[in-house]
Structure formats: C-alpha cells, structure tokens
C-alpha cells in the first residue's frame, strides 16, 4: 500500500529543545517537501527536495534543517532558533516536480509546551 | 515571485446552489495552476490542474490569463463539498507549488 507516512502524528516539546519530525514515502518519488499549515495562512514552504543528497530552502526556512540521505526519507528537524515552532507540518511528495501533484501526509502537530 | 490570492477566506452556500471559489495569481511566466482540498480529517488532496482540463466531482476551473485568475466552480453544491480549497500555483524551473490561504467552503443543508 503505497503513501507517505508522517509520524509520530502529535509531538510536544520543551522550549530551548530540537526536535525530529519524519517523512517517508514509498512511491519511488523523486521529488519531497516539507509545509507548515497555520491557520489563516495557508501552506508554506519550509524545505524541498529534487534528488537524493540535495535540498533547498523554502520561503520559511530559518529555524529548520532536513537531510535526504535516502530517497524515501525527508526528515525535518525544528531547531531551538525556530522562534514560534508551534504549528501542523506538512510532508509531500511529487513523481518529479510540482506539476504531477503532490501526494501529502497525514501532518504532525507540534506543540511547544 | 508568485504569489496566490483567494480573497474569501469562508464562503457559505446552501445544497443545490452555484459555488465559485476565487483564486488570482501574480507570475510574470506561464503557470500552472492547481486546486487542492482537504476534507474533515482527511489528507490534504489534488482536486485538479489546469493542464488536464478535466472535471472532477463535477467542480470545473479555467485558466483566465488576462484576468490571472483560476476559479473553481460547481453549479450545484453538494454537502459532501464542504471543505478546505487552496489554490496552488507552479511557475518557472522550480519543482515548488505556492499555495494560497484558503477558503473554507460550507455547504448546508
């Protein structure tokens, strides 16, 4: 059964902690992105991925880091210098680039407590 | 820079009626654009593009470039439609979509 599994599905974490959000996919796609969704505004771009061992920055970059060290993974990491972390992150995938269409994830709610 | 606009971010009609959800852009090339939409609990999903001209549960968009716009319409909504709609756009040698806000639509009974 072929998707994106974004896990875990709620995460909570302390200030001044970084934290590992996972995305894999096992649709043989190329292409992977990682979204924040806040209310009233939309989806932003934090990272994307075209190949393996190569990744650019978004729009929303600062505060975050990822690695695509295996096709399928894309993972994200929200650094302690991310100012307002709180958020629901977003995993896609594409077959090559954006014009296919994405596939999402389910998303992971973090909550910084 | 593209940019994504839809300018409602609730719209509300009632079953059987008309629905239109705006969506401008700005891109000084040849987009592509596409509508997503994320039902209750459910994964964010591609609802259609304009390159393929389809129409999908019964909702229809053109491409108006002199207009720059990308409206979604159905001529008779159904509960079933309500949901999250973002308009998306794909321009230039990026493999990124930009998306809009949003607009939630809620069709009532």
């Known amino acids: 059964d072929g998707g994106i599994t974004q896990s875990p599905k709620y995460l909570f974490r302390k200030e001044g902690q970084n934290v590992t959000l996972s995305c894999e996919q096992n649709l043989n796609h190329d292409a992977m992105y990682w979204y924040r969704q806040d209310p009233g505004q939309g989806l932003r771009l934090i990272y994307y991925?075209?190949?393996?061992?190569?990744?650019q920055k978004g729009d929303i970059a600062e505060g975050y880091s990822v690695s695509r060290e295996k096709k399928e993974s894309f993972p994200l990491t929200v650094t302690s210098a991310q100012k307002n972390p709180t958020a629901f992150y977003l995993c896609?995938?594409?077959?090559?680039?954006?014009?296919?269409?994405?596939?999402f994830g389910s998303g992971t709610r973090l909550t910084v407590v | 820079a593209q940019r994504v606009t839809q300018p409602e971010k609730l719209l509300s009609v009632f079953k059987g009626a008309p629905v239109e959800l705006k969506c401008n852009y700005s891109?000084?090339?040849?987009?592509?654009l596409f509508w997503y939409v994320q039902y209750s609990r459910q994964r964010l999903q591609l609802l259609l593009r304009?390159?393929s001209r389809e129409s999908i549960k019964g909702f229809t968009a053109d491409l108006n470039k002199g207009e720059t716009s990308f409206h979604l319409k159905k001529p008779f909504a159904q509960e079933e439609d309500s949901a999250m709609y973002y308009c998306a756009l794909s321009g230039g040698s990026n493999y990124k979509l930009t998306f809009g806000k949003g607009t939630l639509l809620t069709v009532n009974p």
């Open positions: 991925s075209q190949i393996v061992n190569d990744f």
């Open positions: 304009h390159i």
């Open positions: 896609a995938s594409s077959i090559r680039d954006a014009r296919t269409g994405y596939t």
């Open positions: 891109y000084s090339g040849s987009p592509e």
